[in-house]
């Protein structure tokens, strides 16, 4: 059903890279944070890579549908956001927060993925 839903919608997606400057103050560690995200209709994300978070749903969008608890490594994490779409429009919203939900200090979000 799943694969069938997938290939059925058109999909959008987004290559978004963030990083923390101060990352000499973290180097060689992993930081937890949130993944707040929301999705016009479903939505899948890959964290440098690796898949972690799959939701196939039918939905309007809203900030903080999804929230996904995961491991940024010091420096630049590459983000790949792939959203489904059904009927009409789609979107999504992206977030990326500590665990208490406020959002992480110093994060860089840059689009190019030449980093």
Not at 37 to 47: H, M, Y
Not at 52 to 58: E, F, I, Q
Not at 67 to 94: D, M, P, R
Request: hydrophobic share 40%.
């Amino acid at each position: 059903m799943e694969q069938e839903f997938w290939s059925s919608c058109r999909i959008g997606d987004a290559y978004r890279a963030g990083g923390k400057p101060d990352d000499k103050k973290v180097e060689g560690k992993l930081i937890i944070g949130l993944l707040l995200l929301g999705s016009d209709d479903g939505i899948k994300v890959w964290l440098n890579g690796k898949l972690v978070h799959s939701n196939n749903t039918l939905r309007g969008m809203s900030p903080a549908q999804d929230i996904v608890q995961v491991n940024l490594k010091a420096g630049w994490n590459s983000v790949l956001v792939k959203v489904t779409e059904a009927i009409g429009g789609w979107g999504f919203y992206f977030d990326i927060a500590d665990l208490g939900g406020k959002p992480l200090a110093d994060v860089i979000f840059d689009t190019k993925k030449s980093r």
